[in-house]
């Protein structure tokens, strides 16, 4: 294994951790690893050491070496940096669960008897406690869900085998993502046979990201390793101050006899970024990053400055023009052109998920239909595009139509095998398969015509096509959206913020956006754009980054800059989650803020957008992230 990471000099952190895995009793550890510290590097140093002191063993033994991520992505990364080593099996944590589960088809069928049981009881429970205010459309659904699943009791005890996709359909054999990590850690919990199986068959376990690793997860792989003791090893790679999502666990703690590991160093951020990083770290626990990026001058290897300023101006209708005008001021003062607006410019412009991105990048009904009023589980599932109603349009649709504008017909015949019901091998039986990949066919080109600019296209009509030609299996909390309603009993919003009516109304808006807006929206998740999601840059870094920071054009409350930084008082739910000790908004706002600071290799620019600007540079200047020369106000740009 002779990957470009493996073979960086080692730092206090990794001697730490090598020393833990060669040890000659294993020993489980937890690794907090702060940003631009090459936490990766350690993790794949790692694989590296048990390859090399372990690797015979494992191999005699039929074991191998499990490393758990967060993403496809960063899967495919390290699998990389291992050299494909076939000790290594490197996954996502769904597709992990689901490989050690899946040939317990029996138990499967069993769990997901169970599940739908739960299911109903939460529904009529839910019904028994409707007050007048309820919609009679919200009674309706709740209604039809329960109807659902009760349909679904008898059919699944039929179900030959079952199998996972993104979105579940019991009926149909297909478990969804919230269902493997439930299903898995119920299993891991109760069954000591289930934590003897992975134990033997994965001996080591790396857990990437730990800090956004689900609560269950973490309690369920440390039932395994307290079951099996000195036979196994745990460890958890992470940092809490880069947890964004709200269903990660945060900080793990460490058990008994658990090693804990601090990596200190930082090698991206420049001295001047860096330091802005400490600063907001500083409140929010005990790491303080060393070193900062170097360049080689001369033979010699010396520190990067860089820049690191803020900008406080008016949030007001002058936005892009402020923009644009901060955009001017830097590049004069850095003697840097890359930073005006242009074809040229190189910078990444970092924001919350909201209304400059989705406007400027036409997605602003897509955007407003999943945010506005919408449940926070469409809002928070909106920023990585995991929200259940977009995953057909992610996984599905879009690929398609990449790959059939490109003309590559294998790769879309790959995604059809992959998601389409009408191809499944015992599906094919005794049909005629020159006439069903004919329709098949016709039924693409219908999907390419529907999604084309300027077709006027609903996602309505979208997903009637993929129901009806059956192009993929649909999650049936979307198929009971398309259900037609009657005119009678479809009603006004009056004023009612209950779940289910804000998830109704969403849902609606959502069906009538126009199916281009995807394209968009594609553009923007992928990085294709300048603009980028606060919350989808964990890892990434660039030269020149521009963070906006607007609590007025945001729509999630979950973040708040003012409370940060101290321009507004507090919440009653924020001063509870304190006293409690459970954590607020101005707690979630500084992780982000974090993280969006250390992505700079160069400059950084925050333009902070405040309704009170002459108070938020009283605060941005008491707060001492930024050095006082450092924070400008409209004033400097005339």
Not at 175 to 180: K, S
Not at 226 to 242: E, I, K, V, Y
Request: glycine share 6%; with cysteine; net charge negative.
């Amino acid at each position: 294994m002779s990957s470009s990471r493996a073979n960086k000099p080692d730092t206090p952190a990794d001697i730490q951790l090598r020393n833990c895995l060669i040890a000659p009793v294993k020993c489980s550890f937890t690794m907090i690893a702060g940003a631009g510290s090459g936490k990766t590097t350690s993790l794949v140093k790692g694989l590296a050491t048990i390859i090399s002191a372990h690797g015979a063993a494992l191999k005699l033994n039929r074991q191998r070496v499990a490393c758990i991520t967060y993403t496809e992505i960063a899967a495919g990364e390290i699998w990389a940096d291992v050299g494909s080593n076939p000790l290594v099996h490197v996954s996502t944590i769904h597709s992990f669960l689901w490989m050690i589960t899946r040939s317990f088809q029996n138990d499967i069928r069993v769990w997901v008897g169970r599940r739908i049981d739960e299911r109903i009881v939460e529904l009529e429970t839910t019904a028994a406690a409707f007050g007048p205010r309820v919609h009679q459309r919200t009674r309706d659904k709740n209604r039809r869900d329960v109807a659902r699943y009760e349909e679904s009791k008898a059919v699944v005890q039929s179900v030959s085998s079952f199998t996972y996709g993104t979105g579940p359909n019991y009926p149909r054999g297909v478990l969804g993502h919230d269902d493997i990590i439930r299903m898995a850690t119920d299993f891991l919990r109760e069954r000591p046979l289930f934590r003897t199986l992975l134990a033997q068959q994965f001996p080591f376990v790396f857990v990437d990201e730990g800090q956004d690793t689900q609560d269950v997860v973490v309690e369920a792989l440390k039932a395994v390793a307290f079951q099996a003791g000195a036979n196994f090893s745990l460890g958890f790679f992470g940092d809490p101050m880069q947890r964004i999502f709200p269903t990660g666990v945060g900080r793990i703690n460490s058990e008994d006899n658990w090693t804990s590991i601090e990596k200190e160093e930082n090698f991206r951020c420049p001295t001047t970024v860096l330091a802005v990083a400490n600063a907001i770290r500083r409140s929010g626990d005990d790491l303080v990053q060393t070193g900062g990026r170097t360049e080689e001058v001369d033979g010699e290897r010396l520190p990067v400055e860089g820049t690191a300023r803020i900008f406080i101006l008016p949030a007001d209708g002058r936005r892009n023009e402020f923009m644009t005008a901060v955009r001017e001021f830097v590049a004069q003062s850095n003697d840097d052109p890359a930073w005006r607006e242009g074809p040229e410019a190189e910078v990444k412009l970092l924001v919350i998920v909201h209304r400059m991105a989705a406007i400027r990048l036409g997605f602003g009904e897509l955007y407003a239909s999943m945010n506005d009023r919408a449940p926070s589980k469409f809002s928070e599932g909106f920023l990585d595009a995991s929200a259940w109603p977009l995953r057909p349009f992610e996984t599905f649709v879009l690929p398609m139509i990449e790959v059939t504008e490109a003309g590559h017909e294998f790769e879309a015949m790959a995604l059809l095998r992959k998601h389409c019901p009408c191809l499944a091998k015992e599906t094919l039986l005794g049909k005629n398969v020159s006439e069903l990949l004919g329709r098949l066919r016709a039924a693409t080109h219908r999907l390419v015509e529907l999604m084309t600019e300027g077709n006027g296209a609903s996602n309505r009509d979208v997903l009637v096509l993929l129901r009806d030609q059956q192009l993929v299996t649909l999650d049936p909390r979307i198929l009971t959206y398309l259900e037609e309603v009657p005119p009678d009993q479809v009603e006004e919003e009056n004023g009612d913020d209950e779940e289910d009516s804000r998830e109704i109304s969403a849902m609606e808006a959502f069906l009538m956006c126009p199916a281009e807006q995807f394209r968009g929206f594609r553009r923007y998740i992928q990085q294709q754009s300048p603009f980028s999601t606060q919350q989808g840059i964990k890892g990434a870094e660039f030269e020149r980054v521009l963070v906006v920071l607007d609590d007025d054009e945001g729509t999630h409350v979950q973040f708040s800059y003012d409370k940060y930084f101290g321009v507004k008082e507090l919440s009653k739910r924020d001063l509870e989650n304190m006293r409690d000790g459970k954590e607020t908004s101005v707690d979630r706002t500084r992780r982000l803020f974090y993280v969006c600071c250390t992505r700079a290799l160069k400059d950084l620019v925050v333009i902070y957008f405040s309704t009170t600007p002459d108070a938020a540079e009283r605060q941005v200047r008491a707060s001492g992230i930024f050095p006082d020369d450092a924070i400008l106000t409209e004033e400097a740009l005339r």
